[in-house]
Every structure is written in C-alpha cells, then in structure tokens.
C-alpha cells in the first residue's frame, strides 16, 4: 500500500490514525457484535457515539451551553434554503457579503426564496475573482436585518476572514465548512455556524450546525419538516435516522484533534503548515499566490504559473509524483494545495520541494 | 471478534463480505493511494465507482432507459416533502393509503406543504393498528391526482402490498425503504420509488430515488434547490457533494446481490428465512404473529406473546443470547424480527431454535 498526498478541497484527506481505527472496527465496534454502520440509531450503544461526538465537539470548540449542536445531511447547499426559511422571520430581510461561489449561492437561495428585494448585498470581491475579502463599509449594513451572512474561509479562492464584521445585535450567520476545527473560533460571536464535514470533519453526508437557542422555533410558514431546525434540536439529531457512520468518523476526528492538543495546537501546526508553502511561493520566480497578506486561507492555497500549459505540466507532473488533485478550481485556473488539518506537515514540505525541483527544471 | 445476529429494523445488519472489503479498502482504494472517504467526487476515481453503482442498480433492478435514478440525502422524511412540491403541479391533488406511521408522515407532510384539503385518503388500516393492507375501493380513487402514495413495505408494523393498487394513469409513487432488493419490481408500474438505503442498501445518510423522467423539471415555486428532482437529476447526482462513501457500500452491497444471483435468488431466500419462522410462529401456542395471510412483510416480521412481561422476558435472553435489536416498535409492543437479505439464514433458524428453547422453559 502506498498513500498518497490528497490535496483535495473535499472529501479531503483524513488522519491514517482515523483510518486504521475505522477500518479494525468495521466488523465489530468494541464488544457490541457489530459494524456502527449496522446499529440501530436508537440503541444505546449507538446513543453513547453521538452524546461522545456532541460533548467532544462541544468541548474542542468551547460551544456556549445556549447554543444546540445538530448533526444534520444535506451540505451546506441545503443551509443555504434552511437558514433563510429559519431565520428571515422578524423583518424578513437580511445582509450579505458575497466573497465566493458558496458565498454567493447562499445569497442566491435566500433570493429565491424570500425574495430579492430583502437580500442587501453589503460588499462583494468579484471584481478581482473573488481573490480578496472586502473593507466593509458598517453604513451598508441593515441593522434591523434578521442575520448577516458570510463565508468564512472561501475554498476555490483561497481566502479568509481575518477578522469577523462586527454585527452588533444582528446575527452573525457563518458557512465554516472549510474551515471549521482549524483554528479556534469565538463561537458566542455567532448566531450560526454551518459546516459540512468533509474537509476537516469527515465523510461527506454530514453537515453539522451550532446555533443559538433564540434563533430555533420561528421557521416560515411551508418550511418542510426536516428544513425546519427545530425538527431536529427537539429530537437530539433523532428525528429521523442521521448519518450515523459520518457522526462516528467525526467522533474519532475530534479524539484525534484532542490528542494533537486541540484548536490550539492545530492553529499552530495549521500556520507553520501554510507558511511553509506561502513563503515558497513569495520566493518563486515562476509560482505566484492568487491571494494577498491577511486575507490568505490557512487551509487552501490557491496559486499559478500565468501559463496555462505549465500548469497543466506541473498538475501532471505532481500526480505522476504522489502530489493528487492539486489542479485549481476551474473558475480560477492553475493549483490549489488544500492542506485541512489531516495533511501532515511533511506533505506540504515535500510538496514544496517537489516545486522548487519543478521550477529549477523549467526555467 | 464475535458477531450477533443483529435484527434491527434499520440501520440494520449488513453482509459480512461487504464489511470485510470496506476494511480492506479503508487506507487505500485499489491502487488509487487514498481511501473512498478521501477522494474528490469530482475525482475520475470516484466518478468511476458511482458510475458502477448506478449500472449495478440498473442491472439488478432492471431499471428502464426513461427513469432516472437519484443518489439524495435526507432519507425517506425528506422525500415525504420533495413529492409533494415537485409532483403536486398540474390539478395540486394526491391520493394517499395510509398504511403505517412512514405512510401517514408521507400524507401529512404533503398536507403541510400543499393543503390537506388537497389529499384525498382512499383508505387506511388505522383501525387495527395497521396490522394488515386494507382493500382498495378504486371509485376512491382520485382519476386526475398527481400521484397515488403508498408504503410498500411497512417497517414498524410488518404488512406488505402483495398486489399493487391499479392507478391508471396516475403514477404511483411507493416508499421501498425496508424491501427494496428483497425481491424483483416492475419499476416500470412505478411513477417514483424511493427508499433510505439503512435497511437493505446499505448505510444510514444515503437516499435512493428512481424516478420516471416526465415527472422531473416542475417543481412548485418556492421549491428548494436541494428540495427539487431537477437539481439532482441534471446533475448527476453531483449538484454538490453526494454521500460519497454510503454510494460506495450500496456498490459493494449491490455485488453481494449480484453475487448471490440477483433478485430473483433473493427473494427465494427471503421467503425461506420468512417461512421458518412464520411456520413457527403459526405452531406455536406462545409467540403470535400479528399480521396473517398475504399481508405478511418478508423483511420484518412482528410478534407478542400477548404478556408484556413474557414479551421483555424474551427480549432480555434474546439479546443475552446474541440476538439483538429484536424489541418491537414502542407503537405495537412485543417484539419484532427484522430479517433483511443480509441477515443469514442460519440466523433465523438459530433464533427459532432459540424461541422454542424459550417457549418449552416458560409454558
């Protein structure tokens, strides 16, 4: 067996400890006689696994006790309809800053949903392909909106909040799929977060949703059943059958987060990992970063050569080298080195090297 | 290692082989370096294997040219909502049998989203608490509805349509969640199947839709994008991230059936596990089944021996026993055997075995 380095922006590469641990209980999960795949989501055993994943996922991330922790399907791109439908319900407006493709479709379902006219658009970066996130100007914003939205880390451009638009009363509504667990965050400085799991949290299939209690219960009139977040707060993620092989490998990622030493350390390691490759490409002659200073992503790192052809060289040439889907997002062109969490330090070093090789080659 | 014979309603047992070639695949997919749960749906490796699982699905089910089939999220509760909004579009109005507690959630949340005054119940077995399929009266039927709902196969309460219901014209849309691959279908009676793959497709997350293709592309204004057929359907299944990794059991899953022989081996081995212990159940002067004659379910088979504390008596020594999950549903009492392809015969003649043992030590 030879793994290689998965640069994919998701499903992405997992922890070969959360492998190894999954697969050794693929046939039996401790002494129960059974895969977690064949449990009955209302037996006790599998009861234990999701209260285990909701209080590590609460403990890792220091979740405040008046925020409920759902473990949902669907992706972000169903948060994009159920966050509308939920939350659009006092002035039935709400404000948007629109820094990506994920960014923009979020904005695009709450317009189709709740109607154009009550969808502000606060500030938007496609004037330069999304490739920075914009100065906001706080006069834009409706301060009687019901939520403000934003993507906090943009995965096909590569960019990332630095710091978070102060909302005041306005709920901060945040799309962290591609980096939440990557670095602490202030989860009482949102209203919502929403994240699917399959960057830094597992499978896809699992979309996992930390919300304040105030904003459950006022769902729009028509919302279906399963879009409506108080379905499933009232139900501890029960209401129907979750995915309950996804809540599991999250469980085992957070215990492999805890013994890294937690948010914490992952920021560390996340940082030394990333400017690694952003010093790199600051010294290149022939690579150059598509995002600048603060706004750099700590977990995708979009980058070219301005040939299009090299790059398809240098995309062939890193696959044939054990370096995969390292080719960018089509509506950017050139690479992306998605580096979550499970990369492991010496998979960006050798990928550094492999480039400086690459470059001296091809001068 | 020492498996039970796990006899859940769902998520529910799965074949052993399945499991075996999960964890030998779990570090490394073939020669492709990463595991399933790692890789890029949009990656050819990935491509590839929901490519496979489709023509598998085709081929067992012999699914015709003009259906689409549909790998969602959700599970059945969210379908409960997707038909109403993308079916009820020309005269609004749908006919239901209400059959159990999966056909009345179908009924009622198509109630919720497009009026209650709009469904027309044509019959129910409410009164008896389900235990049987009630004929039809066809000048109940509605000859102008956008669709006539069933529930195929009712999990909690073990009855099964032995016939369908002659809809005419009117696509007939069936919820095939617990009896999917236990026999063959002519899906070309069907407007819509549906089922969640936790019972006998494979793990929890995963929703199977085959729908014909004339009934796609009308959803109901204000449909959302993930909640409308069209999205998924003009996308292959790929609008955003698919449950990657449940698509890769059904396929593993899928070869088990093929393996065996297909549906038809299927069903011939269902109705000998069912056989044993429906004879058994008929002989015996303690254990009652609670459904008679052709109603009878071959996937989940419900039983009381009329004394709760006889019932909970059973339940503990099963489980002791290594028979588990074999409680009934809270709804019915007494205890239920859910015994889907992948529960081996040999388990089913063990627990008959064991019923007897129990029954001649209790008298």
Chains 1, 2 share one sequence.
Not at 7 to 32: H, I, N, R
Request: with cysteine.
């Amino acid at each position: 067996m030879s793994r290689v380095y998965n640069f994919s922006a998701g499903p992405a590469t997992l922890p070969e400890e959360v492998l190894k641990k999954a697969a050794d209980q693929m046939l039996e999960y401790g002494d129960s006689g059974q895969s977690v795949m064949e449990m009955s989501h209302r037996s006790k055993e599998y009861q234990a696994i999701i209260d285990e994943t909701e209080a590590r996922l609460r403990k890792v991330m220091n979740i405040p006790d008046n925020y409920k922790v759902l473990f949902l399907q669907g992706g972000a791109s169903s948060q994009f309809a159920m966050i509308p439908l939920n939350l659009m319900n006092k002035t039935g407006k709400a404000d948007f800053v629109i820094t990506g493709q994920w960014a923009n479709k979020a904005y695009q379902e709450a317009c189709k949903l709740c109607g154009e006219e009550n969808c502000n658009v606060v500030a938007s970066s496609k004037d330069k392909t999304f490739s920075y996130i914009p100065k906001l100007d706080s006069s834009k914003f409706n301060p009687t909106a019901d939520y403000f939205h934003i993507c906090q880390n943009n995965t096909i451009y590569g960019t990332k909040w630095a710091e978070l638009p102060n909302t005041g009363n306005v709920p901060l509504v945040a799309d962290l799929s591609s980096c939440i667990l990557s670095e602490p965050v202030d989860v009482s400085k949102y209203g919502m977060i929403y994240a699917g799991a399959q960057k830094n949290m597992g499978p896809a299939g699992l979309t996992v949703v930390i919300i304040r209690e105030d904003l459950i219960g006022n769902a729009k009139e028509g919302t279906p059943t399963m879009f409506d977040y108080e379905t499933h707060a009232k139900n501890g993620s029960m209401y129907n059958t979750p995915p309950t092989y996804g809540i599991y490998i999250l469980d085992l990622v957070l215990e492999w987060v805890e013994n890294k030493g937690g948010l914490e350390a992952m920021k560390e390691i996340n940082e030394k990992k990333a400017s690694i490759i952003y010093n790199f490409l600051d010294g290149s002659k022939m690579f150059n970063a598509t995002v600048q200073g603060e706004d750099r992503s700590l977990m995708n790192v979009p980058f070219v050569t301005g040939n299009a052809d090299l790059d398809a060289k240098f995309v062939a040439e890193a696959k044939a080298n054990g370096f995969i889907n390292i080719k960018g997002h089509r509506s950017v062109g050139g690479m992306r080195a998605s580096i979550y969490n499970a990369m492991p330090i010496e998979g960006v070093e050798k990928l550094v090297q492999f480039m400086a090789k690459f470059e001296s080659e091809n001068q």
